[in-house]
């Protein structure tokens, strides 16, 4: 069974976040922050649309927007049967969702438990939410690192239908997220990135892999640099681990 947060069973973690909102001096009768939200190559946002223009009349029958954000609760993008939706619903792409800039709601209450969080009206701390329900989800990588959070917005109630929605989303967005990291991956490696990535995977060193396949070291370590900026690793073990998970070697 799926745990949701929800101030009906979990009322002490609604408290201490409207006891940090309060403490922090936030004002209630705020708007979020609106943020430059910079979108290249951002496959968490390519995830969210490939499955959200799919489901169009899925959106329309459940009256909501669909959110995604980042793993700080900026929003990156925002999806509603309509444009006039947006507008009514005070969601913003760049707006700051997170608790420090807009209290207790379902994706700032994510973004501190880790878990599916329910906001039902009247229990946002921030004014201007409080007409409205939420639902929310944490999208993770392979590896559990948080990248964002799912979300969905409502004037209605939060429902079965809102559930099996989020749970819907959040795994699509988990499995595109992987596969499309993956796809940029592969698209980026030459051969010999490749074949010294497996060389460096069996033990062998810049000089012993210069020798085996007749290149400078010097060669052997620009390609090692390119590795780590590919796999966005901080370390030749990350790259051979990541590589290792999507089939590369």
């Not at 990588?141 to 079965?160: A, Q, R």
């Not at 810049?206 to 400078?216: A, C, G, L, N, T």
């Not at 070291?217 to 998970?245: E, G, M, P, Q, W």
Request: some cysteine; hydrophobic content about 40%; overall charge neutral.
């Amino acid at each position: 069974m799926i745990e949701i947060v929800s101030a009906d069973k979990d009322r002490d973690v609604f408290e201490r976040s409207w006891g940090r909102c309060l403490k922090s001096g936030l004002n209630k009768s705020i708007t979020p922050n609106i943020n430059i939200v910079q979108l290249e190559n951002n496959f968490l946002v390519d995830a969210f649309k490939n499955i959200v223009e799919k489901l169009d009349g899925t959106i329309a029958l459940t009256d909501s927007v669909l959110i995604i954000t980042d793993k700080n609760g900026i929003v990156l993008d925002i999806k509603s049967f309509d444009k006039s939706a947006e507008v009514n619903y005070l969601m913003k792409t760049g707006m700051t969702l997170d608790e420090l800039n807009a209290g207790t709601n379902a994706i700032s209450m994510v973004l501190n438990t880790g878990k599916i969080s329910i906001v039902k009206k009247g229990e946002h701390y921030i004014e201007c939410f409080n007409d409205l329900s939420c639902i929310a989800a944490p999208i993770y990588d392979k590896d559990t690192n948080l990248l964002g959070v799912v979300d969905i917005t409502t004037y209605k109630e939060i429902n079965d239908v809102h559930k099996v929605l989020l749970l819907f989303l959040k795994k699509t967005i988990e499995s595109d997220y992987y596969e499309l990291s993956a796809k940029e991956i592969l698209n980026g490696l030459d051969a010999i990135d490749i074949e010294i990535l497996k060389l460096l995977a069996y033990g062998y060193t810049d000089s012993q892999i210069s020798k085996r396949i007749h290149v400078s070291i010097s060669n052997v370590k620009y390609h090692k640099n390119k590795l780590r900026k590919i796999f966005d690793a901080k370390s030749i073990r990350d790259c051979i681990y990541k590589a290792t998970k999507i089939g590369v070697i």
